[in-house]
Each structure stands twice: as structure tokens, then as C-alpha cells.
């Protein structure tokens, strides 16, 4: 009996592992394509995470086969896709692509289209804020954010989706990452870095002060 209640505890256990994302990468996705838009970044609020969460268990709730999912509730992106494929980077990156659909010239004014929209949220100027929470059913998860304040506001399109400013320094660190050695400098969009605080555990502030510090040619601590 006890065996069967610990495999019982134990599948619970993994289950809630595997539904789960880190706050921080998401929100580095975020900040980092803000950044090549020139635009502030976004801080995490509890309170908005606490709301998405009841919307992605909500939508788990109601459905489990789920399709990538979309809704008109004002200053939030959603995203559904198998628990084996998420990652929190690739997740804003899918938001993101919505840049290829959007019109710069045309300032967004009348456009449903929710991937574009998913890309202007993600990019809004005026937005100060963001929180995510997830929920998954079966093999699927579903990731939503809530923004605040909420954009895709008709008329305001101009002045808060700005386009690209430039491509920003980032180092790969294809030699010695784990020990911040010196890697060989690329161009690369920094959104790269998720993917190896990611794989080699790096600390995501000294990351970013490297990188920001290798731009303007400072290399005294390396």
C-alpha cells in the first residue's frame, strides 16, 4: 500500500515538474526583443502572473486537445504546444514572428490578425509590466502572459511599435562559457543568451553586464 502511494506521490511529483517555466527566461525573452525596438523593459508583476494563471487553467479546464489558442481578452498572449517541446525562449520568439506580417507604414490600425498582435503586445512601448503562468493537460501546456498597461490600442499603433534600431553585440562564448572566457564576437540578436544561461547554467546578471560591457570594447575582468 505505502509502495503504491509513493509511485502515486512520485508521478504527481514529475507531473508538476514538467508543468512549470522559469519566470526569468521568459522575462529575458521579452526584454531582449524590446530591446532591438529601442523600447523600455518590462519588470515582472505578481499580480498579473496570478491572473494568468487562472486564465491558462481556465482554457485547460475547458479543453484539452488544444490548438494554438487565441482570445481578444485585452494585454495578453497565449500560446499552446507540447509539454516536450516548450521553451520559454522559443515561446516569445513564436510571438515574435508576428513582425513579418506586420505593416510599419500602415501603423497597425486596422489589423485582427493575432499573430501581428502578439508581436505588437510584445513590443508595445507603453507597457511597463508583464506576468505568465501555465497549465497543461494531457501533453500539452499552454503559456499566457498578461501585460500591463495593455496595448494594441487603435490609434496608438505609431507611436508605441517602433521599428527594428540594430542588431545588438552578443557573445556566443563558444569557448569557455561556464568560465566566461573570452568567445569568439558574432552579431547576433541577443536572444541567443537564453539559450545558454539554458545550457550552461550561466547567472543571467553577469551575463548580461558581460555582454553590455564587451559591446563598448570594456575587457578589464575578462
Given amino acids: ?32 526583443y524590446r530591446r532591438i525596438h529601442t523600447v523600455q523593459e518590462l519588470e515582472w508583476n505578481n499580480e498579473l502572473a496570478i491572473s494568468a494563471q487562472k486564465e491558462a487553467t481556465k482554457i485547460t479546464k ?36 508576428g513582425i513579418k506580417e506586420y505593416d510599419f507604414k500602415s501603423s497597425g ?7 501581428v498582435l502578439a508581436f505588437t503586445q510584445l513590443v508595445w512601448k507603453a507597457t511597463k509590466a508583464v506576468g505568465c503562468g501555465v497549465s497543461c493537460c494531457s501533453e500539452n501546456m499552454v503559456l499566457v502572459c498578461r ?29 569557455h562559457p561556464k568560465t ?8 547576433c540578436v541577443c536572444f541567443n543568451r537564453h539559450g545558454l544561461i539554458r545550457k550552461y547554467g550561466l547567472e543571467i546578471c553577469r551575463q548580461c553586464f558581460r555582454e553590455r560591457a564587451t559591446t563598448i570594447g570594456f575587457h578589464k575582468y575578462w
Fill in 1 to 32: 500500500m505505502i509502495f503504491h502511494w509513493l509511485l502515486l506521490l512520485c508521478s504527481l511529483y514529475s507531473e508538476a515538474r514538467e508543468c512549470s517555466f522559469k519566470k526569468e527566461l521568459v522575462l529575458l525573452a521579452h526584454n531582449d
Fill in 62 to 97: 475547458e479543453r484539452c486537445d488544444l490548438p494554438l489558442y487565441y482570445s481578444d481578452l485585452a494585454g495578453t498572449n497565449y500560446l499552446s504546444v507540447g509539454k516536450k517541446q516548450f521553451d520559454e525562449g522559443l515561446a516569445v520568439k513564436f510571438w515574435y514572428e
Fill in 109 to 115: 490600425v486596422t489589423t485582427r490578425n493575432p499573430n
Fill in 147 to 175: 501585460y500591463h498597461p495593455f496595448g494594441n490600442i487603435p490609434g496608438l499603433f505609431s507611436q508605441n511599435v517602433l521599428e527594428k534600431y540594430s542588431i545588438v553585440m552578443g557573445n556566443l562564448f563558444n569557448k
Fill in 180 to 187: 566566461y572566457g573570452q568567445g569568439s564576437h558574432q552579431c
